[in-house]
């Protein structure tokens, strides 16, 4: 078997609560990401899902060391990174953020913007800095000949193309879509993930996706991955996973999202807000807001086991959740 | 219908606005045209700055010559007055025009100075101190405090006092270092709310050094603050130049300077006043013409300044006679052909064009439409809130039989809030910061006299608990900033209930909001619908939320209402080719493996241009010649369910009247 692109093995990254009157003591500890594993392949797309606070950004920030983990491993092509390796590796790593309007700098040209990666590493083989940015600008179906203007000039969806171009203007190897389509109008969304996809075909690009929305994740993603409190709960091939989740938060989130289709009430509707990361409640976190909680469920807590093949989950009792659409077969 | 995302977008939105080489330049020269005052002082303080440089070139005698036999001679327009001397003399027969000239010089020449001084050094240590932070900032920051506990002008006397030689340079250093911690100040707190911004995050993604980050996101955005600063600073400097000459601190004698020329003239008021007010006049003309071109054109470089002050004007025309005619009587909202332009320098955005809908009482109507549809504009329109210059230019909002866009002012602030209630995308931004959330509750409870003393607290528990608010003592007390998202806006609606209005305006209550918070916030909205009746007005972009909620279903686009009917028909049977896109779009959840996502080509239109025909025509899949010429006639297909396409038209199909 190939060497993964990325492979994360016990990824944490902890914050320490600190109060006083200096902030200098550290009182309890937020476990924003706890033990986590998981991998990506070459060309692929991993989608990462959950409510705000999960851990979800924390842990593709980590993952592509944007921030330092405060503990496991991160590999890249089978190499563990360290500190010191981030000036070689930072061009393989791009990110694209959620806000088209904060994510651009407004008092720059675009072809600027496009051009700033290349000339720090350097211009693409065989390519002049203004052809790549032209190059870059068609890939994303936008006219070069507004390079010469500026953001504001532009519509969310186009600004959106702008910081897409900018991300691949160094031919990275993992682009981190942070909330990308979020701030979208639905109907622009899906221009900009068509585009996403092509640009993955085309340039064989591996995408860590990172959505509120399973709905917007699952179009572009080979295998998913759904958080919850700082731990990977459920992860699993897209199609199987939506189809037949095998856990009841997952349910939850693929009920969340408004459909044109589904007429039949929710299942597992969530209840309240998920707890503090700082305090979790024994057991399994998610038992408070499930109907599927039993005594088991609040006393020990589940590993993330391989229930199918292929499928991991993190629930005592992943097999007796609900199907989705029906009882696809596995 | 599947879209090419590599084809060129069709968008003309801003293109006009300047594609060329320097839109920024025409700007300002368009905005000098229109300040007035502003441009008068810098005209004012250019001529004193010319005249000052070229003093060498213009005087008509030298400075320094003294000619005692003709001392004390009065300005040319008094009794014994020569054109020689056109300001007169002084006690040495110095020529006092030629001293004001180059008193002009070191005045200007030492203020100038000393802000790029005190610029320069404040830059420095400001992005020092903002950038890397830690121990360099907190050393460099209490310096500054330290100095500015200090009053800066007995610092520079003190320094002066002792310096046995005061050339032009001394004077620039001593007053530059004595400023430069307000530059530092700015520049700090600029650098570090920028460097935070996606966008310097994502330079350092790209693998940015802090120095390029600094030097090409961090300082094009530092630069436009400091121009105002530098400009009060140079008129204070002005001042501070005259005084120290005047104490006899200033340039060593026998170089004039405005403050030594003043102190000459002073021993001699009785005799000749002209000495002493002549150079007290230069410095108050020209700290004045600084104050006014500073303040006239700071807000320049803050774009969102030059709105103008919010004024809402109610309409003065009659009401068109076709909008009271109709008979629906048990609507508690009905908008009648509603017309709503802003005006601008580039051109009037027709924002929402001649559109009419009905809300029945405890019914949810949902707009639909993308960025740019006119939604929210007429959403803000039904509260008259919309932003100067915004304006209803024809058309009428019956809300309970009375037009709101007629209704004076002050009835507008009864309506607003019992009548009419409204939740904004943000809640964040809606609630007040400094105050815990039960104040905020108990001011508005006051407000509405809903309840009194001890009933307030339990009316404010009630109303968090009405919107499933599990703990909400804990809410209570809190700040909002201590809340989540869709804990804030279940407070805002909260907030916006507890007057009881008839109707509630929800413009994209839960975009902001993670998808299930929303599902939790919809199941909300429809008890308060059920338990009050309240009827809702929900704006959206996304359609298949609006099918949760809504019973009628209104779809938008450029401004105008192309479909609209009872949500079942809308969804099973969408007519319009742009509502079928809409729809398209959504269908993610079952769009899996290769199949692509339908997508809507191309941008909203220019809504500063009224084009004949149809204005989905550009980007519709479906699209005849005649849409391109002829606007659509509205067309109802079936009870309620209308649609404005060229698509529809048949013998069988009732066209509207207008």
């Known amino acids: 078997m190939s060497v993964p692109l990325l492979q994360v093995e016990h990824l944490s990254k902890h914050y320490p609560i600190r109060s006083g009157l200096l902030g200098r003591r550290a009182t309890g500890t937020v476990r924003a990401l706890d033990d986590v594993w998981v991998t990506l392949e070459q060309g692929e797309t991993l989608g990462v899902v959950g409510e705000s606070g999960c851990g979800k950004s924390t842990l593709a920030r980590t993952m592509l060391w944007l921030d330092e983990p405060t503990g496991g491993s991160v590999r890249f092509r089978g190499e563990t990174i360290g500190k010191n390796d981030l000036a070689t590796l930072r061009k393989e790593f791009q990110i694209v953020f959620q806000d088209p309007y904060t994510s651009l700098p407004p008092r720059m040209r675009v072809r600027d913007i496009v051009a700033d990666p290349l000339e720090i590493h350097g211009p693409v083989d065989g390519e002049t800095i203004p052809q790549t940015v032209e190059r870059l600008l068609r890939e994303v179906g936008l006219d070069p000949a507004r390079a010469g203007q500026y953001p504001f000039q532009f519509s969310g969806g186009q600004r959106q193309r702008i910081g897409i171009a900018r991300a691949l203007a160094v031919n990275p190897a993992v682009v981190c879509l942070d909330e990308s389509v979020s701030a979208l109008d639905v109907s622009v969304q899906a221009q900009v993930l068509n585009l996403l996809r092509d640009l993955q075909q085309r340039h064989g690009l591996a995408y860590l996706f990172i959505s509120h929305d399973l709905s917007v994740v699952r179009y572009l993603s080979d295998r998913i991955a759904v958080m919850y409190l700082g731990r990977i709960v459920e992860e699993g091939p897209a199609d199987a996973l939506a189809r037949r989740p095998l856990h009841p938060y997952t349910v939850a989130l693929l009920e969340a999202a408004p459909s044109l289709k589904r007429s039949e009430p929710a299942r597992i509707a969530l209840k309240g807000e998920p707890p503090s990361p700082s305090n979790p409640p024994a057991g399994c976190a998610f038992h408070p807001r499930c109907p599927m909680a039993a005594d088991l469920c609040r006393s020990q807590r589940p590993e993330l086991a391989e229930w199918l093949p292929g499928r991991r989950s993190a629930c005592h009792f992943a097999l007796d959740v609900p199907a989705i659409l029906g009882k696809a077969p596995v | ?658």
């Open chain 2, 1 to 658: 219908m599947i879209a090419d995302p590599t084809l060129p977008e069709t968008t003309t939105v801003a293109s006009s606005a300047g594609a060329g080489a320097q839109p920024s330049l025409r700007r300002l020269m368009g905005e000098i045209r229109q300040r007035k005052v502003a441009t008068a002082g810098l005209l004012v303080f250019l001529a004193i700055l010319l005249i000052a440089l070229l003093a060498p070139l213009l005087a008509p005698h030298e400075p320094l010559k003294q000619n005692l036999g003709d001392n004390f001679l009065p300005p040319a327009w008094k009794d014994g007055g020569d054109w020689t001397y056109p300001f007169g003399t002084d006690p040495l027969g110095r020529d006092i025009l030629t001293r004001l000239m180059y008193g002009a010089r070191s005045s200007l020449i030492i203020s100038i100075g000393a802000v790029f001084v005190g610029l320069a050094i404040g830059l420095v240590t400001g992005l020092v101190a903002g950038f890397y932070g830690g121990f360099l900032d907190t050393t460099l920051m209490r310096l500054g405090d330290i100095q500015l506990a200090f009053p800066f002008v007995l610092f520079a006397i003190a320094i002066l006092a002792v310096s046995p030689n005061r050339t032009v340079w001394h004077l620039m250093a001593v007053l530059g270092i004595s400023s430069w911690v307000i530059y530092a100040r700015v520049v700090r707190s600029r650098v570090l709310s920028e460097r935070n911004k996606d966008y310097a995050r994502a330079a350092q993604a790209v693998g940015a050094s802090r120095w390029r980050v600094l030097r090409r996101y961090v300082l094009p955005n530092v630069w436009q603050a400091m121009v105002p600063i530098a400009l009060l600073n140079l008129a204070y400097f002005v001042v501070v130049e005259s005084l120290l000459s005047f104490i006899a601190l200033g340039l060593s004698p026998p170089n004039p300077s405005w403050g030594s020329i003043r102190a000459d003239g002073r021993q001699y008021m009785m005799v000749d006043p002209w000495m002493a007010l002549l150079p007290g006049f230069a410095i108050v003309i020209t700290v004045l013409a600084i104050g006014l071109a500073a303040d006239g054109f700071a807000d320049i470089l803050d774009p969102k300044l030059t709105q103008g002050a919010f004024q809402r004007q109610p309409l003065t025309s009659s009401m068109p006679d076709s909008t009271i005619a109709e008979e629906s009587e048990n609507d508690l909202l009905q908008v009648r052909n509603v017309c709503i332009d802003y005006p601008a320098k580039s051109g009037t955005v027709h924002a929402v064009r001649d559109v009419s809908l009905d809300v029945a009482p405890a019914e949810v109507v949902g707009i639909v439409g993308e960025s740019g549809s006119g939604k929210s504009t007429l959403g803000l329109a039904i509260m008259q809130l919309l932003d100067a210059p915004g304006r209803v230019t024809d058309g009428a909002l019956l809300f309970e039989g009375a037009d709101l866009a007629r209704a004076s002012n002050k009835r507008m602030n009864q309506i607003r809030g019992r009548g009419i209630g409204m939740i904004f995308q943000d809640p964040g931004n809606s609630l007040n910061p400094v105050l815990t959330v039960g104040y905020q509750l108990a001011e508005v409870i006051r407000a509405n006299r809903a309840a009194s003393g001890d009933g307030i607290r339990t009316l404010a528990r009630q109303s968090l608990a009405a919107m499933n608010i599990a703990d909400p003592d804990r809410v209570l007390r809190a700040y909002p900033f201590q809340l989540s998202g869709g804990m804030q806006q279940r407070v805002m609606i909260a907030l916006a209930m507890i007057a009881k209005p008839r109707l509630l305006i929800l413009d994209e209550p839960t975009s902001a909001l993670d998808v299930t918070t929303q599902a939790q916030l919809l199941a909300e909205l429809e008890s308060l619908r059920a338990e009050h009746r309240t009827s809702m007005l929900f704006i959206s972009h996304d359609i298949a939320l609006l099918a949760q909620i809504a019973s009628r279903i209104v779809v938008m686009y450029a401004g105008q209402v192309i479909e609209s009917g009872p949500r079942d028909t809308v969804v099973a049977n969408p007519l319009h080719p742009y509502t079928r896109a809409l729809i398209g779009a959504v269908e993610r959840v079952d769009a899996a493996g290769e199949e692509r996502l339908e997508a809507i080509a191309g941008d909203p239109p220019d809504l500063r241009i009224v084009q004949p025909g149809c204005p989905f025509a550009p980007r519709c899949p479906l699209v005849m010649d005649r849409c391109w010429t002829v606007a659509p006639p509205r067309i109802a297909r079936e009870p309620g369910h209308e649609v404005a396409c060229h698509l529809y038209e048949s013998p069988g199909s009732k066209e509207i009247a207008a």
